[in-house]
């Protein structure tokens, strides 16, 4: 079974986390921020990874710290869950329409964190999130997951249809790229044999 559950308590943060790489995109997510709720949400019925997540955070000073160690925990879990990912397809991309919107998420579950973000908005704040936090959200996840994430909206103008196309774009990148290889479901995807981070997950 590839699953996991992650504890992460900080000073600013609680947050409590469980996975299904193997689900049916089943969530229950409460975060005190409606529009991040929404996103992670998106994330998991498009993904079909099962999602239960529920963080309290220090709210009364801003968003910040609720965003960011929401995607931290989620990242690790998804490393948790994928243990040395044997088998896996690896590689992942989409393309995620919404109706003016068009954007393209491609991955590499690499070991080797790293994010390219081509997106932008003409306002910022959506809901209770500041704009600029999406892009930390991506970061964060792709820094813990152990993912090359590259995120990159083609065009648009409305800012909820441009972050919701990013989350449906990365679900969809991440559902085909942890995915078993029924031709290698045995073998790790790399020709050094291991994925599991720095320059020993090269190739």
Partial sequence: MRTASIHRKTSETDVAIEIDLDGTGAYSVSTGIGFLDHMVEQLSRHSLIDIRMTVTGDLHIDPHHTTE???????????????????ITRYGHAYAPMDETLTRVAIDISGRPFLVWRTEFSQPRLGEMDTEMFEHWFH????????????????????????????????????AAVEIDPRKAD???????????????DG
Avoid: C
């Fill in 69 to 87: 160690d929401s995607a931290i925990a989620l990242g690790e879990a998804f490393a948790k869950a994928l243990g040395d990912k044997r088998g």
């Fill in 140 to 175: 964060s996840f792709a820094q813990a997951a152990g993912i090359t994430l590259h995120v990159e909206t083609l065009y648009g103008r409305n800012n909820h249809h441009i972050v919701e196309s990013a989350y449906k774009a990365l679900a969809r990148a991440l559902r």
């Fill in 187 to 201: 073998a790790i995807p790399s020709t050094k044999g291991t994925l599991g981070g720095g320059a020993e997950a």
